[in-house]
């Protein structure tokens, strides 16, 4: 069975489409990018996936069930923007985290902050964006479950921090898991993904093995990306 399934998905504002007939699956145990050119419907998908928008037709199925409260504790999910209450220290934070997913396992969390040199006691009005960035990956990244879905995991960190990051993902989510990382900065992301599901004006037009696709085209990922998408 499919960890994640879209069936002649749609959705809709008013009379713009969004998302035309999207279908694809992702099965357990993988690193999927999910690609395309900013305004194309990728944080629209993610939403729908996490059931914080309302699909205008078709389906989502996770384990074979729709979409819904079961599916929420499944699914742990990073969004563009950062959510938490910045008048909340770390450590409040983490104590939320514990009492709200049982799924989430706080000791990991703090190794994971210590590595990062971040101090728990500190309130996130007083860090920097990316530092309240890393912050929400790990609270993701340390909670067991069966998916994580990342919306611009990397966009607030510097290039040195990028590697320890994607480290993280690489050696934090749960076995048997995958994760969906939706980002344009496909150079710094490409050597951990399995496979990529390309998105353009709210369609997909290419899913492919990640090195499948780099034989087929003799080029990166990233090269790849920049030549479908070319302006």
Known sequence: MELLKCINLNKSFGNKKILKDINFTIPKGKIIGLLGKNGTGKS??????????????????????????????????????????????????????????????????RKLLKDLDLDTTQKLSKMSKGMQEKVCLVLVMSRKADLYILDEPLGGVDPATRDYILDTILSNFNEGASVIISTHLISDIERILDEVIFIDDGKIILTSSSDELREKENASIDEVFRRMFKC
């Open 44 to 109: 629209t998908l993610i939403k729908l996936i996490n059931d914080l928008l309302t699909i205008t037709s078709g389906e989502i199925l996770i384990n074979g069930e729709s979409i819904g409260v079961e599916s929420k504790k499944i699914i742990s999910y990073l969004p563009e923007r950062t959510y938490l209450d910045k008048s909340m220290s770390v450590d409040e934070v983490i104590t939320y985290f514990s009492e709200f997913y049982d799924n989430f396992d706080a000791k990991k969390a």
